[in-house]
């Protein structure tokens, strides 16, 4: 029932992209994103709650393909500042928030 | 934003004892709460559902007697740990939100060491 994220971890440079994916084997309802720092609680960063929504929150932007029931994450030009780990988590009838393994990213000067 | 309030932000028992954690949501009522245990480096893991006046709804593989759940308040859902063993220390964390399909409201988690 959790959702599935890939890839498990990524090194970046400063200014570089990255695309972080979830997805999930039942029909989902909303999808979202938080991050997490070390010793810190999860951060919102964005919910999805339609087929074929795309949200973006300045440099980092969402998508929702409710029909393959996967969304993903984009982040462009990284900052020091987005290092941490990602979780996604995905909502299904039952309106409980399960998340996946999360994805570590670390962003490198 | 909302804001979630959970407490303690620490704590070392002996094993044995009993442990109780706190989440409050400070400026809107939460009807349902969601308890999540966290290893390190790893995901949140859903321990169960906490609903305002009726019993809480949890996951499989969570033991109903060990991790106490009362939702006795909009306000206020409180997690114990009874007769806690080393193997219960991990990160507990709650989270709130006031209707469903909305963002869910973070505390700042309990960290849990029993010796």
């Known amino acids: 029932q959790q959702p599935v994220q890939s890839p498990q971890a990524v090194i970046l440079r400063e200014g570089e992209d990255a695309v972080i994916n979830c997805s999930s084997s039942?029909?989902?309802?909303?999808v979202h994103w938080y991050r997490q720092k070390h010793g810190e609680a999860p951060v919102f960063l964005m919910i999805?709650?339609?087929?074929?929504e795309q949200k973006g929150h300045e440099k980092i932007s969402a998508s929702f393909n409710e029909k393959k029931q996967q969304s993903s994450l984009y982040l462009t030009a990284s900052q020091l500042s987005y290092s941490g780990t990602y979780f996604c988590?995905?909502?299904?009838?039952?309106?409980?928030?399960?998340f996946g393994a999360g994805t570590r990213l670390t962003v490198k000067p | 934003g909302a804001v979630v309030s959970q407490h303690p932000s620490r704590v070392i028992c002996k094993s044995g004892t009993s442990v109780k954690i706190e989440c409050r949501s400070l400026?809107?009522?939460?009807?349902?709460m969601f308890w999540y245990r966290q290893f390190p480096k790893q995901s949140l893991m859903l321990m169960a559902t906490?609903?305002?006046?009726?019993?809480?709804?949890?996951e499989q593989g969570v033991e109903k007697d060990k991790f106490l759940i009362n939702h006795a308040s909009l306000t206020l859902s409180t997690l114990t740990v009874t007769s806690a063993h080393p193997e219960d220390s991990s990160f507990y964390i709650c989270?709130?939100?006031?209707?469903?399909?909305?963002?869910?409201?973070f505390g700042s988690g309990t960290q849990l060491s029993v010796l």
């Open positions: 989270s709130a939100r006031d209707r469903v399909l909305t963002e869910l409201f």
């Open positions: 039942k029909a989902l309802y909303s």
């Open positions: 999805l709650l339609k087929g074929g």
């Open positions: 988590g995905t909502e299904s009838l039952s309106s409980v928030l399960r």
């Open positions: 400026d809107f009522q939460a009807t349902t």
């Open positions: 906490s609903n305002e006046g009726s019993k809480a709804t949890y």
